[in-house]
């Protein structure tokens, strides 16, 4: 069984500061690793992405990627009220059969406090 | 640009009653279609998985079923409902080949068996 986890928190943090959300996985054959928010109620929306290893960003966003360690993070600076949600790693199934498969992480509230 | 659609967004059904949820995707061809069920407070899980018409996969053994009738629709159902099938439903499309397994999700299904 490939396993995601994920610490499920609650993860708080005040307003500008930055956030640390972390994963690590058992699939050593994994190749492709995601990040995904979701707010209350809602449906999961991708914000990061990253194949290889290192560092990764995209505006207040990092993901950073370890696969000697099979662990991937992401970290969000200046951190808003907004960035509220929970947030779930993805890791893709490895193998010429997988079909795209992901495997999820139970996630990790975050939670931003003014 | 690729959209994907699920309907209802809210359902409430008896115990023992049929369920049809649909979902179907726009501006692409020959996508990978997936059917995720999150409980409550819990992370996804994976239910069937497509990679063309009729054909399907099944991750677990369970009350429910899919059938892909069209390329880009898929459909998630089930001949009696039972209480543990409440949760909320996501369908999720995935291009072919060099996408690296990015999945995209519809708004979801809020069901509710009583």
């Known amino acids: 069984q490939k396993e995601v986890e994920q610490n499920s928190g609650p993860l708080s943090v005040p307003e500008g500061a930055i956030a640390s959300l972390n994963c690590t996985y058992s699939?050593?054959?994994?190749?492709?690793f995601f990040w995904y928010r979701q707010y209350s109620g809602k449906s999961p929306e991708l914000i990061m992405f990253?194949?290889?290893?290192g560092d990764k960003e995209d505006g207040r966003f990092t993901a950073q990627l370890n696969k000697a360690s099979q662990y991937v993070s992401l970290l969000i600076r200046d951190s808003q009220p907004s960035d509220s949600a929970t947030y779930l790693c993805a890791v893709n199934a490895a193998g010429g059969t997988s079909y795209g498969k992901l495997t999820f992480g139970q996630g990790t509230i975050l939670t931003v406090h003014p | 640009s690729q959209t994907i659609h699920q309907w209802p967004a809210t359902l409430v059904q008896p115990v023992g009653s049929p369920l049809s949820l649909e979902c179907t995707v726009e501006?692409?061809?020959?996508?990978?279609l997936y059917w995720y069920r999150q409980a409550a407070g819990r992370g996804l899980q994976l239910l069937f998985y497509s990679v063309g018409i009729g054909q399907i996969s099944s991750e677990v053994p369970q009350n429910l079923s899919a059938s892909r009738p069209q390329d880009r629709q898929f459909i998630l159902s089930s001949k009696k409902l039972l209480l543990s099938d409440s949760g909320f439903y996501l369908c999720a499309w995935s291009p072919k080949g060099w996408s690296k397994n990015i999945q995209y999700f519809g708004a979801g299904t809020r069901l509710s068996v009583l």
């Open positions: 501006g692409t061809s020959n996508p990978n």
């Open positions: 699939d050593r054959g994994s190749q492709s």
């Open positions: 990253i194949y290889s290893n």
